[in-house]
C-alpha cells in the first residue's frame, strides 16, 4: 500500500478514471464530498460499483464511510458492506474503541452477508480531532481488522479553531505538526502501515513532491490523494529506489560475514543494529513490491 485516492462515491466518471490512475487502493467517498441530499444515491452507487469491480480492478476498494458519531455510518455499512468492500475507511476516529465499535459492527453485517469474519479491513483517520490525538497509543491491539493509521489536517484545524492548517511558507503549523507525529508514533507501536495526509493543491506538483519526501523521510510508507495526478508521484517516492535496496542489501551483507558483531563497517561509515532493522524494513517493504 503506497497510494491511496480519494473518489467520490456518486461520480461515475471520477471512478472509473481512478480505475486507471495506478493507485493502490481507491476510496469511494460517502462523507466530506457528498451532500446530505446526495448520501442515498452515493451509497448505492458505491455498492453497485463495489460488485462490478470487486476481483477486476487492480486497486482495492474501501469505502470513507460517515463518522460513528455523525447518525449515518450504520446506512452507510448497511449499503455497502454487502458489496463486500475490501476496507473501510473510519473518519474522526477517536481511539481504539472506535475501531472495535466499527468491527463489532462489521461482524454482524459479515455474517449476515454470508462474508468471511473479518474479513473487511479498518483504516482510521486517527486524528482529526482534538481528543484523538490524545489516544493514539490506543490502536495498538485494538483489532486485527486495522490495516494502517492515518491523519487528517484540515479537519483537525477546524476542530481547535485555527484559521489554516499550514503557514505561509506552506509548513504545517504546530498542532497539525504535533498530530503527524502522533500518527507516526501510533502506527509504529501498532505496527501497522502509517499514511500521510493530503495534499490539498493538486496543481502544485513541486510542492506535493517535497510533501511526499518528507513523509517518506519520516517514516510513512503511503499517502493520500485528491486527484489521479497526484498517484504516480506517490508510488515514486514511496517505493524503495534501487540504490536505497542496493545500500539496505549492503548492511544486511555486513552484518552477516562479521557474523555476531554489534557494529560493523561500511565504506568507512560504521552501522550498528538499528541500521540492521532500517535496512531490514526496508528491502522487507521492496519485496513487497516487487
Known sequence: MKSLLFVPANSERKLHKALVSGADIIILDLEDSIAPSDKAAARAAAGAFIRDQRGKAAARLYVRVNDLRSGMADDDLAATVAANPHGIMLPKAESGADVQHLSAKLRVHEAENGLEDGSIAILPIAFETAASVFNGGGYRGASARLSGLTWGA??????????????????????????????????????????????????????????????????????????????????????????????????????????????????GQMYDVPHLKRARALLARAAKRS
Do not use: Y
Open 154 to 267: 484540515e479537519d483537525l484545524s477546524t476542530a481547535i479553531g485555527a484559521r489554516a492548517a499550514r503557514d505561509g511558507a506552506g509548513a504545517f503549523t504546530d498542532p497539525c505538526r504535533l498530530a503527524r507525529s502522533v500518527c507516526l508514533l501510533a502506527a509504529a507501536a501498532a505496527a501497522v502501515p502509517a499514511v500521510d495526509t493530503v495534499f490539498a493543491d493538486f496543481r502544485d506538483s513541486t510542492g506535493f513532491r517535497a510533501d511526499c519526501e518528507a513523509a517518506e523521510r519520516d517514516g510513512f510508507t503511503a499517502k493520500m490523494a485528491i486527484h489521479p495526478d497526484q498517484v504516480a508521484v506517490i508510488n515514486a517516492v514511496f517505493t524503495p529506489s534501487a540504490e536505497s535496496v542496493a545500500h539496505a542489501q549492503a548492511v544486511l551483507d555486513a552484518f552477516a560475514a562479521a557474523g555476531d558483531a554489534g557494529v560493523v563497517a561500511i565504506a
